[in-house]
């Protein structure tokens, strides 16, 4: 397994949350510096958050309702949301940051409902 493997995306309604995870034991796991990426229908992919660089950074956007963490040993990623918005609707992604185009998954969808 090279790229990682996104999970714990679904459909909720506006204020809900959810948790996902990111299996990045293939050639993520060496990688210090990781980031939750989103793309939404006709925009561009988005960091929304980032650990590793010293304390974790958020995107203006999801401050205050994402938390990102890691477990090292399990090599995964996680994004922990709530307060969920319509706005927050997108594919999420987990890769490198700076993100290395090899290293892309297939994302997992989330889907917020007003």
């Known amino acids: 397994q090279v790229q990682p493997v996104e999970s714990g995306g679904g459909l909720v309604q506006s204020g809900g949350s959810l948790r996902l995870s990111c299996d990045a034991s293939?050639?993520?796991?060496?990688?210090?510096?990781m980031g939750w990426y989103r793309q939404a229908p006709g925009n561009q992919r988005e960091l929304v958050a980032a650990?590793?660089?010293?304390?974790?950074s958020y995107a203006d956007s999801v401050k205050g309702r994402f938390t990102i963490s890691r477990d090292n040993a399990k090599n995964t990623l996680y994004l922990q949301m709530i307060n969920l918005r319509p706005d927050d609707t997108a594919v999420y992604y987990c890769?490198?940051?700076?993100?290395?185009?090899?290293?892309w998954g297939q994302g997992t969808q989330v889907t917020v409902s007003s």
């Open positions: 293939g050639a993520l796991a060496s990688f210090h510096i």
């Open positions: 650990i590793g660089g010293g304390s974790p």
């Open positions: 890769n490198s940051h700076p993100a290395v185009n090899d290293y």
